[in-house]
């Protein structure tokens, strides 16, 4: 009887080992339901937030490569000029005084620093002079090909890359022909840039050439050589077969991902240089984008690391009392994973523990929700002046017009804006931008939305108005532009031209460019002034003008 009650125990034991506490089992559910919601909002942040980071990366390259390809446009127009200047210094020269020849090529070549070497030839390609001097090279004819088409050419002329006959050296040469005062070829003066040495390239953008995030960039010619990269020893390679290289070859400019020829996957902005027919690419390995992304997600995890071991701790503890405050937290958890939502001000739970932990909660979903808001706005957002970029432009206008809000579009662009930029320099022109910016946004009310188009040229999209009422705003903002005290000594303007949704056309594109071809029509009329564009004849398609 004895024996038989001790197996009858020993069986509810076994029993009673098998079963779940209701505290682990809450407790349990609990944790496994955090955990769950916490690996959703981690892979839907890292989804979003991946085609976020390679956009803006794609953006910033562009903006860089186009910025370079200006700065690249401005220094080889100042090579040209100190060239042009050597030549018009010559031809009147007889050449015949050699002390005077060399001391002069000095003065033109350390005045600049812009070339390694500058060569003065006569009309038959005899060196005349060298700065520094070389006598192995006065006296000799010229043997390169391209320095023979220069001679030939009798023109303004840049080279390809190429490798130099007897040095061995690869170089690119501007040149500029001596004409006299009857108007004949005397010769040619000439500044090489050593490629694969210090040179005024390397001086200019040598602090740019590779970012700690591994973001670089290169230069070619017009038929895909490579005249810049960080590697020396790829200069002169070319590589036409790039895709983004064929399409600056092409005279376009953009932005793409591509795999480069190391199989990289890659993020590019590439812009042409008119001045030189060469291409300025920056380049970006897509695995920045991910590094990135990965460390957002550390720290969003390292955040959440502490408040997820408390909530472990107090579930297991007091989970009974608690399942209504984690139920709570898991909810809200996955609201905010399918959308965006207010967090709601919570009181003060009877339970300490319970109230710190979704305090803390709360605090690291605001604190994601806002690092996700900032990315939103720099996407959205001109970073220079402030204003709404060109996407944004895109997003309001189309949806205006699909909701048949009628509205005045007015582009606006600052008058001889390129001279500024070339008088005062480029951070003088972007304190420029950003003061008119901040002179439009006064000048329009808290329902109108202003761009930055690109470049110097702007956009306001007037709600509820028409083309009359736009055209006192407009006035109002070029007006307050030419009186305000800018940041140069001089008198800045604007231009304007104004269409009006959906008088003047519903189709966005067209609207957009028939207001351009207003503002068009105020520059060719003499500029600071605002045109209004009046009717649209669809037939012989020609537009009106006030």
């Not at 890359?161 to 108007?183: H, M, N, Q, V, W």
Request: aromatic share 8%; hydrophobic share 40%.
């Amino acid at each position: 009887m004895i024996a038989k009650e001790k197996v009858s125990r020993l069986r509810r034991k076994v029993k009673d080992f098998k079963k779940i506490s209701l505290t682990a089992l809450l407790g349990g559910f609990v944790t496994i339901s955090v955990l769950m919601t916490l690996t959703i909002m981690v892979i839907t942040s890292y989804t979003t937030q991946k085609q976020a980071l390679i956009d803006n990366t794609l953006k910033l390259n562009y903006a860089s490569a186009v910025q370079m390809s200006r700065m690249l446009e401005s220094l080889f127009e100042s090579m040209q000029k100190s060239l042009k200047y050597g030549a018009d210094y010559f031809e009147n020269d007889d050449f015949k005084d050699k002390g005077k020849l060399n001391s002069t090529l000095d003065l033109i070549r350390n005045s600049s620093n812009y070339f390694n070497t500058l060569v003065l030839t006569d009309e038959t390609g005899l060196v005349l002079s060298r700065s520094p001097y070389s006598e192995e090279n006065v006296g000799k004819y010229i043997s390169s090909d391209a320095a023979k088409a220069a001679i030939q050419a009798r023109t303004s002329y840049i080279s390809d890359a190429y490798l130099t006959p007897r040095s061995k050296r690869k170089i690119a040469f501007i040149s500029e022909p001596i004409i006299d005062a009857e108007g004949e070829f005397k010769g040619l003066i000439s500044g090489s840039i050593y490629l694969q040495e210090n040179n005024i390239l390397d001086l200019s953008f040598g602090s740019q050439l590779k970012a700690n995030n591994g973001t670089y960039f290169y230069i070619i010619d017009h038929k895909g050589a490579l005249l810049f990269h960080p590697d020396v020893s790829r200069i002169g390679q070319n590589i036409s077969q790039n895709t983004v290289v064929q399409k600056i070859m092409q005279n376009q400019s953009g932005q793409e991902k591509y795999t480069n020829q190391d199989g990289v996957s890659t993020l590019a902005g590439y812009s042409k240089v008119p001045a030189t027919d060469w291409g300025v690419v920056v380049v970006s390995p897509t695995q920045i984008v991910y590094d990135q992304l990965n460390l957002q997600i550390g720290m969003l995890l390292l955040y959440t690391a502490i408040p997820f071991i408390l909530l472990t701790l107090i579930v297991l503890r007091v989970a009974r009392k608690l399942v209504h405050p984690f139920v709570f937290l898991a909810d809200l958890v996955q609201q905010v994973d399918k959308g965006r939502v207010e967090l709601p001000v919570v009181k003060p739970h009877w339970n300490r523990e319970a109230d710190l932990l979704t305090r803390t909660m709360l605090g690291a979903m605001a604190s994601f929700r806002n690092k996700t808001d900032q990315l939103v706005y720099d996407a959205r957002t001109d970073v220079l002046t402030g204003l709404n970029n060109r996407r944004t432009f895109e997003e309001v206008i189309q949806e205006w017009i699909h909701d048949e809000t009628p509205f005045a579009i007015i582009v606006l662009d600052i008058d001889r804006f390129k001279l500024i930029n070339d008088t005062y320099g480029h951070s003088t022109g972007d304190e420029v931008l950003k003061q008119i910016a901040k002179r439009i946004q006064e000048s329009v009310q808290p329902e109108d939305v202003c761009f930055r188009f690109g470049g110097e040229e702007f956009v306001v999209l007037l709600r509820n108005h028409d083309s009359k009422t736009a055209y006192d705003v407009a006035e109002r903002i070029r007006i307050s532009v030419e009186e305000s005290v800018l940041v140069v000594d001089r008198s800045i303007t604007i231009s304007a031209g104004i269409a009006e949704f959906p008088m003047h056309s519903q189709s966005e594109s067209e609207l957009f460019h028939l207001a351009d071809n207003a503002l068009y029509l105020a520059k060719e009329e003499g500029r600071n002034r605002t045109v209004v564009i009046q009717t649209v004849d669809k037939q012989d398609n020609r537009n009106s003008f006030l």
